[in-house]
């Protein structure tokens, strides 16, 4: 069970690499980051996953909880990823505004 | 810092004497001349100084690279590009030294000054041989010397490339045959290319190369008496290439040039100055019973025993002989370029004069003493010797021959020679082709750029 | 043009799959042997030590509640950082919103999604939620009012500065109740230990800060989110620049 | 006095002058002021009080947060007070206290900035290095009217969030392989952890790292941001910013994989070697002062992390030397390059020509910076350049110290010719002349700062400071002692 949350973990951030690598939309590339983060949080979720466990709410009815240390964090990690995502988007109007595109290969008035 | 010995009394005495007699040549008027002119020299001085008392590698190089700076600032004022060429090239040498010194350094200590470890030799002779002009890492002497203004180049060779010798004269504690080697070549290449020279100062510039060869070669010895052959060159060359350095500064100021195609009217119209060179250059060219002389003798006997050495040191020193009777005659007296000509424009000046008195008395000074007094460590009687002065006669006589039998073969030409400093621009330009390249591939592709660091941190993965 | 195209996805697949090949093998599976480390302090210790009943809101608020400031921040940068990016005296009027069936339905739902924000804020310590999650229901409420009612009437019914009034005093609150522990000579947010009513689990009033950080932080996200939803829609709205950006 | 205040205090200033604003509004300039002093203040009180632990909320290390105050968070502590002091005060003259929104930025990225260096918690370190990073992005794309701010802030976004993705994966994985986030406990029990597990912590971690702190392949966005923001944000970018991230590498590395057989070290001294050529010969290459000084800044950073990579205490020493004396020196070439490149109304070099005869303390001051970034003794750049050097080649790490030296040349070559654009006549005066009286005292007193560094080996107290703040954080046994007391 553990493994195939792992996995797909793992898979998920890769697919969001390789958005990141491969497409040139700029909503893309936030798409991508997000599932990137996605992916990590599955991981870190997946790390606190207990045989049987319960919510980590007391009274614990019925068994062991689960690890709420994983929880917490990510619940942190997601407002932090929500926040990024929502200054990106903010960016990339901006940058519409003055390249008139959204493509990430035309917007290159900064290099050398 | 440890106290000072008679070598570093001698350097600082040298420095002082030399700064003087360099900033009676400027003769700055009025104070913010004072302040463009003079203070840079003056505290070129305090950083020699500082330098000749260092007691550590590491208190040296600040001292080597402070000085490099405060010559910069002169010779800025004679041509810009150059002075960029000489601290670039000044500062890779100290790096170079810098280097070396932290290798053979620890947090616990400081190399001291003196002999380091075998492995480190040949990275502290290319340190200072930067400064000292060897074969090779000489390419920025010729340009810096003939370019920069008058007083600095008489303390830049007066002095300066002096302090790389001294480095090496606290380096090398036995011999060492390959610097020999180099001190021959030096001495060699160095006569060879003033020969081919037009311009008064370049060809100085290249003389002194030449006789950098010499005190090397007598320094790589490694025994008493070629040290103190070495350290008694340092001081007589100071002295008369300083004086050289300033009458060819002089005639510049006359004449408007330092092309000895357009020269060659001065013996007329300044005899006092052609007294004043011909001081000089009868002490570089050995003439008896000149410091130029003695040092050469002296030179000559620590290389006793090396007699292929002893013979290409003849041959350097005949070459001299022609260099300057070159010099002397198309400097002085045959012009080749407008026979009319004008009167001098202006005249060098009484303190121009004084500053050359002041070295030709010392070279003289200096020439004499020897005879009495038992300066050097072979005494006076030795340099009186017939052999000895049969040998100081042999390169003297056959300059002069030489220049009087072929005189059209020593006539300035025009045109400049190749030297290293000529592949400088070149191999700048091959090494600037894949710097283009470096900069063309920050193409401002994010995904490019993303996709690297990835793959840096995959290759990560792998060495770990 | 075909071919280095698929040259560089090629490129980018296996980059990723390297990468995703090192990461799952780095991922250590070990037979499950209890719960461990901090975490059973957190399982074993909460009603003792903080009175609350959800287990994550006590880590949240209270054992790593310096986690919370920090992430509550980085919200509040956001929204400041959007409105700086789009910083514009004033704001023409745009749409004009929907149909009077829809408007009047949305005024009916109102008040219950606000009471249903409030009761995941209020509640965060006694079941899931928070003032994370209160705090972004409340902030539908603007998104609401934007799509139906168009921005204007948002703006003049939430003037902006109130938001700004309200996330600030928020974050504000937060680091008041963080300075209480460490004036009554404890450590920066402290919370049982510096005197706040531990209460009995499970009821409205227990767990110490952990209600009133709540609180703080659901002020903070709801009208922050709200500000940044707004700058950015104005934006979009604005007809002095271009066309907003095709998907 | 308790660490976190050093924290709270910007924060308190961020979210209150939003309060000024709505209900108070002649009141922001002055509160501003107010609360820079405070949170400078607060920083250097808590850097004097000593070495101490806390944790928030009274618990035991292992259970809440801790702050730690050691003798190199002290350091960066000062580092980080002296550097925001000095943007601000030059902020509050190039700006006005009109933006009253980039000041909350900055305060609350001075906040971030304490964060990072006092907290002893690995995930607390991730979410202050995202308040530090989204406050960044945001003052590197101020003032919003610029394309180019745009365009650089919003690149330094997305490799900013990449970075950060990356620390997220090394922090996971390292509470995965121990279910602990305490670094002085991760000390202890992450080398227990499996060998390919401890080499994805330590890579995604150093990797996170290289691309926050603009180490070469996660420099790219530097250049960009440093070059297109206002001159108080790119100085306080090359001052503190990117020494924050180094300070994170410092503390990782040493605390974390000190004990990994040190291969994480040969990491750091390739990437250090490769990002410190490639910045200088870069930079060789620029026309844009801006950008110069921005690729000058990406070669120090190699410095610097080569300095680490020693894997020695005095590499430590080195390297928060050097991150002293590049804060000193960048920071006051980025202010007088910004009073120049306005003057001139242009940022190009050939452009620049006769500022000599125009502002001839601040060309001065300029030289002086210049001379002790590259390296010319016995400036300050040059003293740190040497205790690096000789922890190179303690370690025996001939390359890397070649291309520091080699680095000094460059240096040398491409600054010089900055300054002889200004020393050289111009043909047209510069347009614009206006007093910078704030600017110039600030860059005086870096400039003095700049001297009593380069004095710092000869004053005991400080020499003394300098080599325990090596030998204390080399070991970590000190750190993990002051944590677990």
Redesign the interface.
Known sequence: M??IS??TA??V???G??T???K??L?K?VIG?SL??GG?LM??TS??Y??GGV??????AGG??V???????T???I??G???V?????????????Y?T?D??K?????? | MTRPDSLSLIMIALALFMTVASSLFAGAKGKEAFWRDLAPLWLFCLFACLTALASTWLSFIIGLELSTLSLFTVIRRGDEATSRLYLLAQLSGASVLLFATALGSSFGGNLPLGPVSEKLFPLFVIGLGVKAALPGLHFWLPRTHSQAPTESSALLSGYAVKMGIYGLLRLVDGPSPPLLLLGIVMALYGVVQALLQHDAKRLLAYHTISQLGFIVAALSTGTPLGRTAALFHVVAHALFKGLLFLSAGSLEKLYGSRDLNQLGRAGRDAPLLFGLFLVGASAIAGCPFTSGYAAKIVIKSALADQGQAVLGLQLAGLGTTLSFCKFGCYGFFRSLGNKKGGSPSGSPGKNAYAAMGLLALATIFLGITPLFLPLLPLGAKALLAPQALVDGLIPLVGGAALFALFPRLFRPRQGDVADVENALVPAGRLLLRPLAFLRRSHTGRLRTYIALIVAALIAIFHSL | MKSPRNLQRLGALALSLALGWWLWQGVTISPFQGITGPAARYIHGTARDTGAANVVAAILFDYRGFDTLGEASVIYTTVCGVALLFAKRRYRRSSHGLSFIVKRSMALLVPFILLYASSIIVMGHLSPGGGFQGGSVMATVTILFCVIYGSSFEAARVSPKVKETIESSGALLFVLIGLVGLVTGGAFLTNIAAGFPRGTMGQLFSGGTIPLLNIAVGMKVGAGLSTLFYSMVKILEDPTESSPPEV | MNPVLAIVAPFLAAFTIPLFFVFRKRWIGSSIVLFGILSALLSLFVAAGGERAVVMGGWNPEVGITLVVDSLSTAFLILAALGFSASLSAATEAFGYGPWRFYVLFFLSWAATNGIILTGDLFNLFVFFEIFSVAAYLVVAYPPRSWQAIEAGFKYLIFGTVGALFLLIGIAYAFMATGQLNMAILARVLPRAPETTLSVVIGCLVVGLFIKSGTVPGHFWLPDAHSSAQTPVSALLSGVFVKVSLYALIRLTFLLFGNADGRVFFVLLLFGTVTLCLGHLMAFQQEDIKRLLAYSTVAQVGTIVIAIGCASAGGIAAAVYHAFNHMAAKMGLFLVAGVLAEDRASRDIAQMRGLFRHRPLFVLAFCLFAASIAGIPPLNGFMSKWFLLVAAAERGALIPAAAVVAGTVLSAAYYLRAITAFFSPAETEPPHLRPHPVTGAIVMLLALLGLVLALAPYIDPLREGLLAVGSDTSSGARYIGRVLQ
């Not at chain 1, 929502?86 to 003055?98: D, E, M, S, T, V």
């Not at chain 1, 917007?107 to 050398?112: A, N, V």
């Open positions: 553990l493994p792992y996995g793992i898979i951030f890769c697919i690499l390789y990141i690598l491969s040139r939309n909503f590339t980051l990137m983060e990590v991981l870190i790390s606190g207990v045989p919510p980590a709410l007391l009274p614990f062991e909880p690890n709420p240390l994983p929880h917490s964090f619940l942190t990690a407002v932090i929500a926040a990024d929502a200054l990106a988007l903010a960016f990339i109007i901006k940058i519409h505004r003055r008139g959204v990430i290969d917007i290159r008035g900064l290099r050398g």
